[in-house]
C-alpha cells in the first residue's frame, strides 16, 4: 500500500464507498421478500393446528397401575420413558432393529418403540426395573454382572429382558432356526441356540461373548421361567 497519506485516505474512502454500495444492494435483494414476509396473513383461528387429542390409557407396568392421558401415537418406549420415568427402557434405533427397548408384555419379549402404548390397557408389562433391583437381582442380572455382559450397558435392559423372556420360549419348547431336532425341545442351549435366539439384541461394544457366557450358565442353572 502507499505510503502517500493522501492515497491512504482516498483509499479508505473507496472501500468505505464500495461497502456501503454493497449494503445497499444486499438491503434491496432482501426488502421484497421482507415486504412479503410482512404480507403474510396470520392464519385464522379456525385454521389452527387443532390441539392434540389426548387419550385415557391405564397401563399395568411391574405390579402398578398408572393412569395416563397421551396421544394415540405415543409408543409404549416413551410412554415408559417419558410418561412414567422408568428410564431404564433404552432407546437405540426407534424403528424395531436394536433391541434396546425390549420389555415383556404378558411375559413375551417386544420391542416397545414397535407398539403403541393405548394398545396395551388390560396387558401386564414388566421393564428391567421390574425384572430386578439392586439387592434383588434377577439370576440373569446376576449372570450378565459375573460374566462382564456387558460394557457401555446401553443395550443391557433389552438384552436382559430379551434373554429372560427367551429361556422361557426355549422351556415351551419353541425351536429357533438353528434348533437341531425340534422334536426334543427344553434341551440345553448350545451358544448357536443362544445367538440365533438373541439376533434381535444388538450389541455396539461387541460384548456378545460374554453376554452368551451369562445367558448359557443361567440355562445352565435352570433359570428358565
Ligand atoms: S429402539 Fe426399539 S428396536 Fe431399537
Ligand atoms: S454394552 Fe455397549 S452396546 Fe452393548
Redesign the pocket.
Known amino acids: 500500500m502507499s505510503d502517500d497519506p493522501n492515497k491512504k485516505n482516498a483509499l479508505r474512502l473507496s472501500r468505505r464507498h464500495f461497502l456501503q454500495s454493497a449494503g445497499a444492494m444486499v438491503g434491496t435483494s432482501v426488502l421484497p421478500a421482507q415486504a412479503g414476509a410482512a404480507a403474510v396473513v396470520p392464519p385464522a383461528v379456525g385454521n389452527a393446528a387443532p390441539a392434540p387429542s389426548l387419550e385415557r390409557v391405564t397401563l399395568q407396568v411391574n405390579g402398578a397401575a398408572h393412569a395416563l392421558m397421551i396421544e394415540p401415537r405415543v409408543t409404549l418406549l416413551d410412554a415408559l420413558r417419558e410418561h412414567l420415568g422408568l428410564m431404564g427402557t433404552k432407546k437405540g434405533c426407534d424403528r424395531g432393529q436394536c433391541g ?1 427397548c425390549t420389555v415383556l408384555v404378558n411375559g413375551r419379549r417386544i420391542n416397545s418403540c414397535l407398539t403403541l402404548a393405548i394398545m396395551h390397557e388390560a396387558d401386564r408389562i414388566t421393564t428391567i426395573e421390574g425384572i430386578g433391583q439392586p439387592g434383588h437381582l434377577h439370576p440373569m442380572q446376576a449372570a450378565f454382572i459375573e460374566h462382564d ?8 435392559p433389552g ?1 436382559i429382558c430379551s434373554a429372560v423372556a427367551m429361556l422361557d420360549e426355549a422351556k415351551r419348547g419353541d425351536a429357533s432356526a438353528v434348533t437341531a431336532d425340534v422334536r426334543k425341545p427344553g434341551a440345553a442351549l448350545g451358544a448357536d441356540e443362544i445367538r440365533e435366539r438373541m439376533s434381535g439384541n ?6 456378545y461373548a460374554n ?1 452368551v457366557s451369562a445367558i448359557a450358565d443361567v440355562d445352565r442353572k435352570g433359570g428358565r421361567g
Open positions: 434396546a455382559g456387558f460394557q457401555c450397558g446401553y443395550c443391557t438384552q444388538l450389541c455396539r461394544c461387541g460384548a453376554i
